[in-house]
């Protein structure tokens, strides 16, 4: 699938309590720590992905996957949730999965919602549920979305 580039400093906080992170001390342990939260928090998402093989440098705040995927949209959704953890700047999926069409990717910026992500890619803002479907279970609720989260948009 490639590489997909997130903004460092927005997403999920799997590391040390409150002001959670992923590790940013660039060891083994911490980079093996880091990569093996990450992996659960995939894992936790439900994607059906198997041999899933996960790894974080803190330098380049690079995760990189490996296994195998049961659709391009599951593959996908993998790289978002790999990808909105705090700290991560880049996901290199080398998951393999079946073809199929690609998705784009939006950056959401303050003020964007689901409905008008929808008008601009879909040209009609009633077909938000298309989005909010697309990046389940990372969004629980189509007016949870924050400044900084990339959202696949999938074709239609």
Known sequence: MGLLS???????KL???SSAQAATPDTPDAN????????TYIESQNLGL???????TASSGVVTLAGQAPSQESS?????AAGNVANVTSVENNLVAPA????QYHDVVRGDTLSAISKKYYGDANK????????????????????????RIPPL
Do not use: C, H, R
């Open 15 to 17: 590391f040390g309590g």
């Open 76 to 80: 996908e959704k993998a790289s978002l």
């Open 50 to 56: 198997t041999a899933l093989v996960v790894t974080y």
């Open 128 to 151: 938000y549920n298309a989005i909010f479907e697309a990046n389940k279970p990372m969004l629980s609720n189509p007016d949870k979305i924050y400044p900084g989260q990339k959202l």
């Open 6 to 12: 997130f903004i460092k400093e927005a997403g999920e």
């Open 32 to 39: 093996q720590a880091a990569g093996a939260a990450i992996k």
């Open 100 to 103: 199929a069409p690609p998705a």
